[in-house]
């Protein structure tokens, strides 16, 4: 079964740190461009950050300088480290891989493949 699993979501106070995690199985990611999304309370879902599978990477402003997205194909997983948090980065966070073009070593927020089941990060005010 092909699957996307996060993990590592949780309450944290402002200035904090948070990684998720997005563990693949029936797939290996290295195949794929991963992004990361989140759907903040009564918003619509937005990208966050992607990793392509060549290793380019991309951030939204909001989050540039702050949180930090890799890859381990040895263990098949994507990992976006988040820091300096606010309570405006409040949400679920999902993962979602796309087969990777052959023509564009870039990775885009649109045409997902699979997506995960969803981490909640919590940043109170």
């Known amino acids: 079964q092909l699957q996307l699993v996060e993990s590592g979501g949780g309450l944290v106070q402002p200035g904090g740190s948070l990684r998720l995690s997005c563990a693949a199985s029936g797939f290996f990611l290295d195949s794929y461009d991963i992004g990361w999304f989140r759907q903040a309370p009564g918003k619509e879902r937005e990208g966050v950050s992607c990793?392509?599978?060549?290793?380019?990477?991309h951030y939204v402003i909001s989050v540039k300088g702050r949180f930090t997205i890799s890859r381990d194909n040895a263990k098949n997983t994507v990992y976006l480290q988040m820091n300096s948090l606010k309570p405006e980065d409040t949400g679920v966070y999902y993962c979602?891989?796309?087969?990777?073009?052959?023509?564009?070593?870039?990775?885009?927020?649109?045409?997902?493949?699979?997506w995960g089941k969803g981490a909640l990060v919590t940043v109170p005010s």
């Open positions: 990793i392509s599978r060549r290793d380019f990477v």
């Open positions: 979602a891989a796309k087969r990777a073009s052959s023509r564009s070593p870039f990775c885009e927020y649109y045409g997902m493949d699979y």
